[in-house]
């Protein structure tokens, strides 16, 4: 998988009294993103939580796509008498497990595009 991003982790980097936070890289130098609120509003605990929310998902990004390949993978090998019997001659249309795995497949491809 290759990374078309700043290298993680990335960091909350706390503003001042008129300056939002700010998202950054491995080091304060390599600036990602600013924080910015509706309105002009100047609230540090937005940006704050804003800034953290956005760092826990890259951050973890990749044990979470971990995680889920891994749930994929269970829940198919769980799920394999039934698909290979054509679920037992009723098909898989209404099948929870086939949608779910569909669904979890597809967040997968686009996780990693």
């Not at 993680?8 to 008129?18: K, L």
């Not at 769980?78 to 497949?105: F, M, Q, V, W």
Request: include cysteine.
């Amino acid at each position: 998988m290759s990374t078309l991003h700043t290298p993680i982790p990335w960091r909350y980097q706390p503003g001042s009294s008129n300056i939002p936070g700010y998202v950054a890289g491995p080091t304060p130098e390599e600036y990602v993103a600013q924080l910015l609120s509706p309105f002009g509003i100047l609230d540090e605990r937005m940006y704050e939580g804003n800034g953290k929310l956005i760092v826990r998902a890259v951050n973890n990004h990749n044990e979470l796509v971990l995680c889920l390949d891994r749930l994929v993978d269970d829940m198919v090998e769980t799920h394999e008498d039934e698909l290979t019997s054509d679920h037992n001659g009723d098909g898989p249309d209404g099948c929870s497990y086939c949608r779910n795995i569909a669904s979890a497949k597809a967040a997968l491809r686009e996780a990693v595009k």
